[in-house]
């Protein structure tokens, strides 16, 4: 990776500027990227696959670590000579060219897969679901988000931030912050700050049913959340539900953990 031009020399290279409707927001100081990498590792051989790529600062990291195959999602078309560059030839890099939202992981990799990702903000929260509740399930996920959806990833009953995307993750997975950075680490910089989420499903997760059940409770009640819920769940259940549950109907939403909310979805019919 040393004899590279640097990231931002082969942007220019290639005229490439950030595109807004992609969430295109780059990372071109290899020292954050290998940071990234390194709380995203050790990978130990194993596959890794990386969303949106862009220009490769992340992926030259990736390459650099002891990553298995490395496959690259990449819905960008301008991206995909540059990311080529990258290609040894040894089969170890794969580029797809697609939406990660449509891709099916299971085809990319054989085996336990680790993902890695400076996701672009508009689909951030959509793949985060998709990852965690659908068929094929990474080992882990290192994930950077807006620092207001990752306080949402990790919050807590009764924090601010608590609400359906706490809990579908952390019913599934442990979740913490690994990192924070500043609008200006970026090119060109979004109007916001980033944290990088590092989240580990556990072996037991609940079924696929259960998960649907899940969101459900979520939706309603986080739909209301300053509703009590035996009021925001009238659809489902209601206060009759929550006694079913072991949950204080008059409770709201806010407070109740992500067992009490398990507890609900196994209630409902
Ligand atoms: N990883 C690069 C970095 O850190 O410099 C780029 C990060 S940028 C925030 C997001 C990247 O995701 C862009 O390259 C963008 O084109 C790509 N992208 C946007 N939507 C996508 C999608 N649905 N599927 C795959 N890639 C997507």
Avoid at 101 to 117: F, I, N, Q, T, Y
Avoid at 189 to 215: F, G, I, N, T
Wanted: charged letters at 25%.
């Amino acid at each position: 990776m040393t004899d590279l031009p640097s990231l931002r020399e082969t942007l220019d290279a290639h005229g490439l500027l950030a595109k807004k409707s992609f969430g295109q927001h780059f990372l071109l100081d290899l020292n954050v990227t290998r940071k990234i990498v390194r709380y995203a590792g050790p990978f130990e051989g194993r596959a890794v696959i990386e969303v949106g790529p862009g220009p490769g600062g992340l992926t030259r990291a990736i390459l650099e670590s002891d990553a298995g195959k490395v496959v690259l999602v990449e819905k960008d078309p301008r991206f995909i000579p540059l990311l080529s560059e990258l290609d040894d030839g040894s089969g170890r890099l794969a580029i797809v060219e697609g939406d990660a939202l449509k891709v099916r992981e299971a085809e990319l990799v054989e085996g336990p897969a680790h993902l890695v990702s400076n996701l672009p903000y508009n689909v951030g929260t959509p793949l985060l679901i998709k990852w965690l509740t659908g068929p094929w399930q990474p080992c882990a996920l290192t994930l950077m988000f807006q620092k207001e959806v990752a306080e949402r990833v990790v919050a807590a009953p009764g924090d601010d931030a608590y609400g359906r995307l706490a809990v579908i993750t952390q019913a599934v997975a442990d979740a913490r912050i690994v990192m924070h950075l500043p609008a200006a680490a970026f090119t060109p910089p979004p109007k916001v700050a980033s944290a990088v989420v590092h989240v580990v499903p556990r072996a037991e997760r609940p079924s696929p049913e259960r998960l649907k059940k899940l969101e459900r409770v979520t939706a309603a009640a986080f739909g209301q959340r300053r509703k009590m819920l035996r009021s925001s769940l009238k659809q489902l259940g209601g206060a009759a539900l929550c006694e079913a549950a072991g949950i204080e109907p008059d409770a709201r939403a806010e407070v109740i953990d992500i067992a009490g909310f398990l507890r609900l979805a196994d209630a409902l019919k």
